[in-house]
């Protein structure tokens, strides 16, 4: 090639064909739907993963989000979405309370719990499922529960998901009182080998001394194996204990308890505190247990 000769670049090197403005918006948008869908993926899995942590380690005052329809037929068209709460856990089985109200869509559910419904005293049914664990998880797998969140001091999405606790009356200076709140204190630490052993020290004096609440924080530590070997025939006496001071958590407990143990007759714990003088008002369906 001699020097004089003129090197021609194809066109489309030349310069690059400007993009109409049509065309960037066009592509502006894409981009924008892509970003919000990965936004949108990433907030459903982390929902997803926060939902299924909830479910494998159940504590009191969860809220589960249920499809309705998955467990009911008997349903008008326009209920299909209700709201459960964890009132109870007792060992392996966890005792719900649904609410008394139906939604058409998944959000009214969340919205009655911004609009402060769960706090009225009636928003709960009175009847208790007592329901095995596993039962739980199988609901949550089969969509059932689709959506589960915990509280933080018995507060959601800004409001409560219960009455106002009032405080136990009598003061702190109750025989076993001050015990009993040594032993939950401890029975929340995290990180310590020695914790559970001193809070069980505590709800055993706590319980010598005559105290209801401490008496079925025993008896709940026998029932879940926490620093003592399971054991069930303990459980029911601490209960019993309890539940002859007419503290109804003991006595709904023992129910639980006594149907997984061979030689308890409910009936006889029934006779026996009425026997006593404990006026009790109990369903049936209150101690029926479904694994």
């Known amino acids: 090639m001699s020097i004089n000769e003129v090197i021609v670049a194809p066109k489309f090197l030349k310069y690059p064909r400007a993009l109409s403005l049509p065309k960037i918006a066009a592509f502006i948008i894409v981009l924008l739907a892509i970003i919000w869908g990965v936004f949108k993926y ?4 982390t929902d997803k993963n926060k939902t299924l942590a909830i479910i494998t380690n159940p504590k009191i005052n969860d809220i589960y989000f249920l499809d ?12 299909k ?6 009132v109870d856990i007792t060992g392996d089985i966890v005792t719900l309370l649904y609410g008394d109200f139906f939604y058409q869509h998944q959000h009214a559910a969340i919205n009655s719990i911004q609009y402060g419904q769960l706090s009225y005293k009636d928003y ?16 949550h797998q089969s969509h059932a529960i689709y959506q589960a969140e915990r509280p933080i001091r018995n ?6 998901v219960g009455p106002e606790k009032l405080n136990e009356g009598g003061g702190y200076y109750i025989y076993g009182k001050k015990e009993n709140i040594s032993g939950e204190a401890f029975l929340k630490v995290k990180f310590s080998e ?12 706590s319980s010598e001394l005559g105290y209801a609440k401490g008496q079925v924080n025993l008896a709940q530590m026998y029932i879940n194996g926490q620093f003592v070997k399971k054991d069930f025939a303990k459980a029911l006496f601490w209960l019993k204990q309890a539940s002859l001071q007419s503290y109804k958590p003991a006595i709904l407990k023992y129910g639980i308890i006594c149907e997984q143990v061979s030689d308890c007759n409910i009936v006889d714990f029934y006779q026996e505190l009425t026997d006593a003088g404990v006026n ?6 209150d101690f029926k247990l479904d694994n």
């Open 42 to 45: 990433t907030a459903y899995i």
């Open 280 to 285: 009790i008002k109990v369903r049936k369906l």
């Open 194 to 205: 020695s914790n559970l052993e001193t809070a069980f020290e505590f709800f055993q004096h």
């Open 81 to 86: 979405y209700r709201i459960a709460k964890i």
């Open 124 to 139: 709960f049914q009175p009847k208790r499922y007592n329901l095995s664990h596993n039962v739980i998880k199988q609901m």
């Open 155 to 160: 507060k959601l999405f800004g409001n409560l």
């Open 68 to 79: 309705y329809r998955l467990l009911s037929d008997d349903l008008r068209p326009k209920e």
